[in-house]
């Protein structure tokens, strides 16, 4: 597997290390291009020759069921995974945040957004990425007194120090709660409209999806399964006429019931089918939801990333 700008082996860090002198040079754009692309673990394959692309300055979300291979070609296209089998032609300029931000808890926040660099006007440029995800006050602090929201912005600051190319977002937002979550939602919206990296997120959330992507793409059987453009004008209020079509049509692609209901596959024992609803009844009344089969299925909470949230992020 030949990746430019990935050494088998030192893999990211080296390229890291060489943004070093260009970190502040204008550079052409590059896309993502992933060709056959093949990983198995213990004998089982995972990814079945995966073909990927990603324009310059794409956003491009990847979703899929628990063990589908979406971590795994993520780690591959960041160069994480040498044992990947394939073709890929990525950008050298690349960073990646992953759920959990792995701060090192011994050293000064602007030194962990630097970590891996060298060079002269380190913390002038720790600074300035800091100061992007609103926190330049906190430089000098140490990780373990930051909140959750406020360590993945860390988190978001040594990426953003790597004027990378291409930000790989390995479900950034799972560990946060969810009024955080939105606030860290808007904030990548805002970063990727003003650097315009290419963006692949991976992320179990179809809201948030539909929300940030230009494209959501489904990964089922170790292949791209469904391609979803989403043409909603930015900024997406989840109340946008076309929103709940592109939910439906997306939860479908991911073996969900967009309406939320129940098939004879689903039921648990003691059930009996609904004949005339195609559902399943259950004979113990206590547990029946209100309303019925019929009854309404419970609203989609609002995700927007641009609403005002008046709560502070928790500790």
């Known amino acids: 597997m030949s990746v430019p700008g990935i050494s088998k082996a030192a893999g990211v860090a080296d390229a890291e290390r060489r943004t070093d002198d260009t970190a502040d ?12 692309l093949r990983r198995a673990f213990g004998g089982r394959q995972i990814l079945r020759g ?4 990603l324009a310059p300055g794409e956003f491009v ?3 899929g069921a628990s063990g589908s291979g979406k971590s795994t070609l993520l780690r591959a296209v960041a160069g994480l995974d040498t044992q990947a089998e394939g073709e890929l032609d990525v950008p050298e300029r690349r960073a990646v945040v992953f759920q959990e931000h792995r701060l090192l808890p011994w050293t000064r926040v602007w030194r962990n957004v630097t970590l891996g660099l060298h060079g002269r006007g380190l913390r002038e440029r720790a600074l300035r990425a800091l100061d992007e995800v609103g926190l330049a006050a906190r430089a000098d602090a140490w990780p373990l007194t930051l909140s959750g929201g406020e360590s993945q912005r860390v988190a978001l600051a040594r990426a953003l120090v790597r004027t990378p190319e291409l930000l790989l977002l390995d479900e950034p937002f799972g560990a946060l709660d969810a009024l955080t979550r939105i606030k860290a939602q808007a904030l990548v919206a805002r970063l990727w409209s003003r650097h315009r990296p290419a963006v692949l997120l991976v992320t179990h959330d179809v809201a948030e999806a539909l929300l940030l992507a230009d494209r959501a793409l489904v990964l089922a ?14 900024p997406r209020p989840v109340d946008h006429p076309d929103f709940a079509a592109l939910r439906r049509r997306l939860l479908a692609a991911l073996g969900v019931d967009p309406d939320l209901r129940r098939t004879d596959v689903d039921a648990e024992p003691g059930d ?11 004979t113990d009344t206590a547990s029946a939801p209100t309303g019925g089969p019929a009854g309404p299925g419970p609203s989609a909470p609002d995700l927007e990333p641009g609403r005002a949230v008046a709560q502070q992020e928790t500790r």
Do not use: H, N
Not at 50 to 53: K, P, R
Not at 272 to 282: L, Q, V
């Open 50 to 53: 995966v073909d990927l692309d």
């Open 61 to 63: 979300a990847l979703l």
């Open 25 to 36: 040079r204008p550079a052409a754009a590059r896309g993502v291009r992933v060709r056959g």
């Open 221 to 234: 059987d170790g292949r791209i399964a469904e391609e979803l453009p989403i043409a909603i004008p930015r």
């Open 272 to 282: 009996t089918p609904d004949t005339s609803t195609g559902t399943s009844t259950s």
